[in-house]
């Protein structure tokens, strides 16, 4: 199937000069989205993986049926203060400012084999900085996967050492 086709691109938004990719149409179609996650599924179902994890919230989206698909846990990553229970934090710098991911600290039992999901891969941070918790908790951190990768701000780059799966690069 051809994902891009299913991604609608919106531009001028969030600001000027930006053409958002959006991942809403791919969701809605049903067809489409379980392709996508079965694709993704495919891609790491020798991979032993014990728990996806995403990041909020396009993550949650996509991680929560790779998980179901490959039969493993799932783990949110969270803005700060929405998870209930104990947490680690791990902040990074942004473009304009600072950012900071939770995880609960119980999350990830040491040596747990994790995949990463999101909707896009753009300059890698916040992957990088769900990569920091889950290793910091002592998980191995085995593959990443995303529906987009935007090739031209390199996150691919900050990202090297790990396996990477997308769906769609533009």
């Known amino acids: 199937m051809d994902f891009k086709e299913k ?3 919106i531009p001028n938004f969030p600001s000027e000069g930006i053409r958002f990719k959006d991942i809403t149409t791919l969701l809605k179609d049903g067809a489409a989205f379980r392709c996508a996650i079965n694709e993704i599924g495919k891609k790491f179902a020798d991979k032993n993986i014990d728990l996806v994890v995403g990041p909020e919230a396009r993550g949650f ?3 929560a049926p790779v998980a179901y698909v490959l039969g493993a846990g799932f783990v949110p990553v969270r803005k700060p203060g929405k998870l209930p229970a104990e947490t680690i934090d791990f902040s990074y710098d942004l473009e304009y400012g600072k950012d900071t991911l939770e995880i609960h600290k119980d999350a990830i039992p040491k040596g747990s084999r994790v995949l990463i999901v999101d ?3 753009a300059t890698g941070g916040t992957t990088k900085a769900t990569i920091n918790l ?5 998980g191995k951190v085995v593959g990443l996967a ?6 031209y701000l390199n996150g691919s780059q900050l990202l090297k050492d790990y396996d990477i799966t997308t769906l769609v690069t533009y």
């Open 119 to 121: 909707d896009l891969l």
């Open 7 to 9: 991604i609608r691109v």
């Open 134 to 138: 889950v290793e910091g908790l002592g």
């Open 146 to 151: 995303f529906v987009i990768e935007l090739s």
């Open 61 to 63: 989206a996509i991680g």
